[in-house]
């Protein structure tokens, strides 16, 4: 993610439309956009499943993605596990409150649900969950003597966070089933995951494991393309429902688990009808955002993109203006973003118009590069680069540095 300086003669209209294009760069490259590389598309290889334990009936890889994909668990609560290691240097805590500064909405509140996302961008966090249905969620980050709850009952979402004592409400029609949070569980992010098949990647059965007390066969995804900074990816379907139990993402260079998500506690019984309730405390300061504002917090990426025979991107089906441009094919998509803004300068300080403390920050962490599209800053992590041009242009992927410059020479 990039802050971009603007003209000091920019008019007050175009400096929001540069503001909203730095946020929805953001959304992408912490941590929507390591949700977003699981989306990768996924090529079947048959396999059998390993003796192991518990004891289960061998399964081919396609048995148990049908078993996925038929999956309808409507009723459960329990408690998830996340633990984020992206590679992000150690500052204290500054890196997260840096991210989620550059993430909230214009109001600043501590309680809308895209400012707390990016909490879960770095270390390890407790997630409790539980659905009803598709109209009844709850989604509560445990946090020191503190606690964020995001609900959606009907047509309200309601956010809380207990130690700012703020409160965002939103309507929509649209059920939250999609949201960041969401997303964040290991069902959200194993939809992503096998949202398109093709040939690009294997999936086998890897053998059985115990997950939150239940049974599980291990389904383990690997990219076939080089280029990619994404090793593997293995997640845990309970073999009973179908249910993604726990997901896990290990970067090409090895090491730690970028994404390691799971239950350690699950109940499929229905949860109270209490626990969608809620009733807004005493004192607190209430934000509350009109229309269908709910379902817009994110914008998904637009995978329909594909580039024609000339190697260019091609037509965009069903793009709005908010989605990126998609290069590249499955685990080697880079997505491409025109804020109309200015990249950050060589040696920008964190003291500049043209981000602040993140501007410094990110700054700090960023190459310098140069190609036939000029020049840009490419920041790293264990699995999602970014480079931006001098120019305004953003490219995001799962791909290596060099394959970020060679994507944006061949975009010229």
């Known amino acids: 993610m990039a802050p971009y300086e603007t003209d000091d003669s920019t008019d007050t209209g175009e400096a929001d439309e540069l503001r909203s294009g730095r946020r929805r760069a953001a959304r992408y490259i912490v941590p929507v956009t390591v949700v977003g590389v699981a989306a990768a598309t996924i090529g079947l290889v048959p396999a059998l499943a390993d003796s192991g334990d518990p004891s289960l009936p061998k399964i081919t890889a396609q048995q148990l993605l049908d078993k996925v994909a038929k999956s309808d668990v409507q009723q459960l609560s329990g408690t998830v596990k996340i633990s984020t290691d992206l590679g992000l240097p150690d500052l204290g805590g500054l890196e997260s409150s840096l991210m989620s500064g550059a993430t909230r909405s214009g109001d600043g509140s501590s309680a809308d649900p895209t400012a707390k996302l990016t909490e879960l961008a770095t270390g390890t966090h407790t997630l409790r969950v539980a659905a009803d249905g598709p109209d009844k969620q709850k989604v509560s980050l445990l ?17 809380y966070d207990s130690q700012s004592n703020e409160v965002y409400h939103a309507t929509t029609s649209v059920a939250p089933a999609k949201s960041d949070e969401t997303r964040a569980t290991p069902k959200g992010l194993t939809d992503e995951a096998l949202k398109s098949v093709d040939d690009t990647t294997s999936v086998t059965v890897d053998g059985t494991e115990h997950v939150a007390g239940r049974d599980a066969y291990k389904l383990l995804i690997k990219p076939k393309q ?58 607190a300061k209430v934000t509350t955002e009109s229309g269908d504002s709910a379902s817009k917090t994110t914008p998904a990426p637009d995978h329909s993109t594909r580039p024609d025979k ?37 040696g920008s300080s964190s003291g500049s118009s043209g981000g602040g403390d993140l ?5 700090s962490l960023g190459d310098q590069v140069k190609g036939s599209f000029g020049s840009g800053t490419v920041y790293s992590t264990r699995l999602i680069n970014a480079l931006v041009t001098d120019d305004g242009k953003v490219y995001v992927g799962a791909v290596t540095k060099s394959a970020l410059v060679k994507a944006a020479d061949a975009a010229k």
Do not use: C, M
């Open 143 to 159: 946090e020191n003597a503190a606690e964020y709850s995001l609900i959606h009952n009907g047509k309200d979402v309601w956010g």
């Open 226 to 283: 080089s280029g990619t900074t994404v090793g593997t990816i293995s997640v845990a379907v309970d073999a009973r429902t179908g249910l993604p139990l726990k997901f896990t993402l290990t970067p090409a260079s090895g090491g730690a688990a970028v994404v390691d998500v799971g239950f350690t506690q699950l109940s499929l019984a229905k949860p109270a009808a209490s626990t969608f309730d809620f009733k807004t405390p005493k004192g």
């Open 310 to 346: 000339s190697g260019k991107p091609g037509k965009d089906l069903g793009k709005s203006a908010d989605d990126p441009t998609v290069l590249g094919k499955g685990w080697n998509s880079i997505a491409v973003f025109d804020t109309g803004g200015k990249g950050i300068p060589s």
């Open 359 to 363: 501007g410094g920050f990110l700054s």
